[in-house]
């Protein structure tokens, strides 16, 4: 069981927006940043929004994030076929201290 | 071109042990902290350890008392050891580092590819 909750899946059509979310407490969300790292088919997951709505060097504009109390989602706006892939959240719990990851929410791009 | 090659990985009886390396090379390493993720088959991922360059180091409770995290600079190298592994350690096991190139990010912004570690009698 996941300390964060996200939605289980979430589809679009090349073009459409598609939004995840991730909800958590006061202990991790609430209290710290978070980040959210995409994982291609076979491959090692990839940084792609971190400190809640930044986006580092190379990820594309249409990948944003948003953080409000305890919770956060990731929206693909323009979906492309490249993006069907599993995405976490992730921030850091302080009540646990340690890192958490999401259940992780696969996008299929039909 | 940076990398972190991780290696070590293996099949292992219940109870055994296992020690991980990850090496990184193709860059001057100017981390903050470095961290073992692991995702079991079919599974998400799972925060197994974190080790600041200050030398401390956190856990997650599933593997608290069994694991060590270190590193030695010197080597470029990242070590996880595995003792009292279990069938629920086996995973995929990746590496992960906050700075990749010149930048350095509150979050695992470098990963390796990943080393298998299969628990089994």
């Known amino acids: 069981q996941s300390v964060l909750t996200q939605s289980p899946s979430a589809s679009a059509t090349p073009g459409q927006r598609v939004t995840i979310s991730c909800s958590g407490s006061?202990?991790?969300?609430?209290?710290?940043?978070v980040n959210w790292y995409q994982q291609l088919p076979g491959t090692a997951p990839k940084l792609l929004i971190y400190?809640?709505?930044q986006r580092p060097s190379g990820v594309p504009a249409r990948f944003s994030g948003s953080k409000s109390g305890t919770s956060a989602s990731l929206a693909i706006s323009e979906t492309q076929s490249e993006d069907e892939a599993d995405y976490y959240c992730?921030?850091?719990?302080?009540?646990?201290?340690?890192?958490?990851f999401g259940s992780g929410t696969p996008v299929i791009v039909l | 071109e940076e990398q972190l090659v991780e290696s070590g990985g293996g099949l292992v009886q219940p109870g055994g042990s296992l020690r991980l390396s990850c090496v990184a090379s193709?860059?001057?390493?100017?981390?903050?902290?470095w961290s073992w993720v692991r995702q079991a088959p079919g599974k998400g991922l799972e925060w197994v350890s974190l080790?600041?360059?200050?030398?401390?180091?956190h856990y997650a409770g599933s593997v608290r008392g069994r694991f060590t995290v270190s590193r030695d600079k010197s080597k470029n190298t990242l070590y996880l050891q595995m003792d009292s592994l279990r069938v629920e350690d086996s995973a995929i096991y990746y590496c992960?580092?906050?700075?990749?190139?010149?930048?350095?990010?509150?979050?695992?912004?470098?990963w390796g590819q990943g080393i298998g570690v299969y628990v089994s009698s």
């Open positions: 992960g580092r906050d700075c990749t190139g010149s930048t350095c990010y509150p979050a695992l912004g470098h």
């Open positions: 193709g860059f001057t390493d100017s981390s903050n902290y």
């Open positions: 080790v600041f360059t200050s030398g401390t180091s």
């Open positions: 006061s202990s991790n969300i609430g209290s710290n940043t």
């Open positions: 400190s809640n709505n």
């Open positions: 992730a921030a850091w719990d302080d009540r646990l201290r340690g890192y958490v």
